[in-house]
């Protein structure tokens, strides 16, 4: 029943911005992590952001000092705030979650969202 759902993809010039959202819903007991993973074509997945349960971040050296994940913690909601984006930034975004909610019972599962795709040209 747990569902991410990613937004906020787009095209944009280098140097600008955007701001990706996730919203998990569903029959969630704890939220022990949530962050941001994205690939490129032909390219293995990479961790760029993540943010626990405890406000702990985590970013790829990459991303440094351009990007922002934060969190609201009421609406079971991630962001993750690019500015200054580069043509390397270029990739397909995935929301993922650590959590446990119920399935059969309740149990720690990992989530994906479907991904939404983040285009840096000219």
């Known amino acids: 029943q747990v569902q991410l759902v990613e937004s906020g993809g787009g095209l944009v010039q280098p140097g600008g911005s955007l701001r990706l959202s996730c919203a998990a819903s569903?029959?969630?007991?704890?939220?022990?992590?949530m962050g941001w993973y994205r690939q490129a074509p032909g390219k293995q997945r990479e961790l760029v952001a993540v943010i626990t349960s405890g406000g702990s971040t985590n970013y790829a050296d990459s991303v440094k000092g351009r990007f922002t994940i934060s969190r609201d913690n009421a609406n079971n909601t991630v962001y993750l705030q690019m500015n200054s984006l580069k043509p390397e930034d270029t990739a397909v975004y995935y929301c993922n979650a650590d959590l446990i909610a119920r399935g059969s019972s309740w149990r720690r599962y990992d989530y994906w969202g479907q991904g939404t795709q983040v285009t840096v040209s000219s």
């Open positions: 569903g029959s969630i007991f704890s939220i022990y992590a």
